[in-house]
């Protein structure tokens, strides 16, 4: 079965400083991905996805991702954190539907809580 | 800028009693889901709707649950019979088609806490 990896639970940076959030995930084919980011109170909002061509995926508030076929890896990343960028982040997988997977259902994992320091 | 909402935010019931939960889509929007994440685990999807019926389920999704449109704002979870460990973030989920380039809308979420 499909699953998506955040090995970080916590993670801590001092405003200013850069970010990088990884996730890897354990499938076949190469999923659709994704990063969500939900802020307290607040519903899970998509910062990018990547389907498909240009590894390198531009979202919104400045973050960007990258796709590693090899690594199985779509790390987030963020070159200065603001301290509203404090959050959960969640990475998650779909599945095509050619390669099998339901069209609907997305996977997640467990998320990174991000915590920024002044 | 248009939101899913939900309803209630923090839900608290007794071990056996039904429960539900609702949740107002985005209004051009044709599919809609359910997830939930016990505190500390993963986002699990449970159950994707369109056109009045459920297109997919999960595995958890079994027959102590159920899901309704009974209007057309309104999207329902039901749990018949709540039990210790339903305890979980529900989220609801809304998008206007199907496949993954389709962003998910979610809602805020709902707290359930069965005791």
């Known amino acids: 079965a499909q699953s998506v990896t955040q090995p970080d639970i916590h993670i801590t940076v001092s405003e200013g400083a850069s970010l990088e959030l990884r996730c890897n995930y354990s499938?076949?084919?190469?999923?659709?991905l994704f990063w969500y980011v939900q802020s307290p109170g607040q519903g899970l909002q998509l910062l990018l996805k990547?389907?498909?061509?240009?590894?390198l995926v531009q979202g919104i508030k400045g973050f960007e991702a990258e796709f590693k076929r090899s690594q199985s890896s779509f790390n987030l990343r963020k070159p200065s954190v603001h301290w509203s960028d404090a959050a959960e982040y969640f990475c998650?997988?779909?599945?095509?539907?050619?390669?099998?997977?339901?069209?609907?259902?997305?996977?997640f994992g467990k998320g990174t809580h991000l915590i920024i320091q002044p | 800028e248009p939101e899913v909402t939900q309803t209630p935010s923090h839900q608290v019931t007794q071990m056996g009693q039904e429960v539900i939960l609702r949740c107002v889509p985005i209004?051009?929007?044709?599919?809609f889901y359910w997830y939930r994440q016990i505190l500390g685990q993963k986002v699990e999807f449970l159950v994707s709707?369109?056109?009045?019926?459920?297109?997919?389920k999960s595995e958890i999704f079994d027959d102590q649950f159920s899901v309704e449109r009974p209007d057309g704002s309104n999207f329902t979870l039901k749990i018949r019979s709540t039990k210790l460990e339903d305890s979980a973030m529900y989220f609801c989920?809304?998008?206007?088609?199907?496949?993954?380039?389709?962003?998910?809308?979610f809602g805020p979420g709902t707290r359930l806490t069965v005791l």
């Open positions: 709707f369109y056109n009045n019926e459920i297109s997919e």
């Open positions: 209004s051009n929007h044709l599919y």
């Open positions: 998650a997988v779909g599945l095509p539907m050619y390669s099998g997977g339901g069209a609907d259902g997305l996977t």
């Open positions: 499938y076949g084919a190469t999923p659709y």
């Open positions: 989920a809304s998008t206007v088609g199907r496949a993954f380039y389709n962003e998910q809308f």
């Open positions: 990547y389907f498909s061509g240009d590894t």
